[in-house]
């Protein structure tokens, strides 16, 4: 027998039909002789339904009130599917997060996992439930508040709980059949990876490739779970991420003996870029900028600093961050303008970026020239550059994001010959 969590993403039980056809899904599950514990997300885009809300009837920041609301998005799917289970003859009892053990820290909107009891999940499986737990939510032991983990966090609970319950596999069930080259709402033609290295994934969930939670990706890694990647609409075979990094992928019949050199193109919306204009050219400065961002809780992506105009003595410093955090960051950064002694701040939110992932990269020195020269055929220009060993990452202007990504992923022959299906979900 065989203890399987399945995690079920809001595409997945965005009706009431959704939850039946998942409730139906988990049920075959168990009948075949598994243990199963169900995470569920919010249905459909009722999470950022709620933030609508909520900016209806507030502008100021209330963290705390801001995780009781959107952790009922999550509550409210897990009661539906232990009733649609119930429908179907079988057993299910749901647990909100603190009920299943979900321990975090008391940081609100971005919790991080630091301790994981679920007592009351085993004793719910032991008995032949199905157990649910509600996503993307626990409890800090020193507020003893409802907190969340920040979106797309229910495939990080999914994994924690696999971790601490020891299943012998995480299923991410999704709207899409699995991991692909390139997101295939933007590059239809994106091929379904079979297996990748959780290396490779780290780099495409930080590069923002959201089919998986960059938390979730570290938290597998870290214990070890393997993950399956896969749609709840159809019965394919997804995708493995080989969770730790001595695991090789499996190479089969017919497969090149080398790795190959890119696995995908990812590409990110959610940032926005601040150039501090005119900072005095001595030392110390770039450390009281970044030291004022890091009070504001921002996490700074990419950074450039321009040369300094001969004899002016004052450069511009750019970077991006999320666009959630801008407007803290911005005004942590005028409160200390003349004690920094920078001239002005511009901030653009109309920027994408775009990153080529791939192992393989390390050992092939054609790479960053192949990747520019698409750019440049495809006539986008490049804002900023930053660079991993298995990444190169570029900021471009957003309305050229699409453009860029389909022209590299072409370029690096990423296309494959069926179109990808996306089953449901609006890419919200
Ligand atoms: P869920 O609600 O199930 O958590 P998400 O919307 O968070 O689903 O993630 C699934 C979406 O991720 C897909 O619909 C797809 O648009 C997007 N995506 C981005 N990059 C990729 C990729 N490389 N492969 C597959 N899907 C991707
Ligand atoms: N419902 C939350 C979100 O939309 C968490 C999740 O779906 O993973 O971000
Ligand atoms: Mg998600």
Redesign the pocket.
Known sequence: MALIVQK?????VADAEGVKRVAKRVVDTQAAGNEVVVVV?AMGDSTDELLDLAAQVSTTSTPREMDMLLSAGERISMALLAMAIHELGASAQSFTGSQAGMITDAIHGKARIIAVSPHRIKTSIEKGDVAIVAGFQGMSRDSNDITTLGR?G??TTAVALAAALGADVCEI????D????????VVPT?RKIAEISSEEMLE?AASG???LHLRCVEYARRFGVPLHVRSSFSQLEGTWVLPSPDDKIKIQAGDPLEQPIIS?V?HDRSEAKVTVVGVPDIPGKAAEIFGIVAGAHSNIDMIVQNVSTHGSGHTDISFTLPIVEGADALEALRAAQSRVGYEGIEYDEQIGKLSLIGAGMRSNPGVSYRFFKALSDAGVNIDMISTSEIRISVVTNAELLDTAVRAVHAAFELDGEALAT?YA?T?R
């Open positions: 079920f993403g809001g595409s997945s997300s797309g229910s495939d069930y999704t709207d899409v699995g991991i692909y080259t390139a997101d295939p709402r994106a495409m490739a959201k089919i995908g990812a996306v979900g890419g």
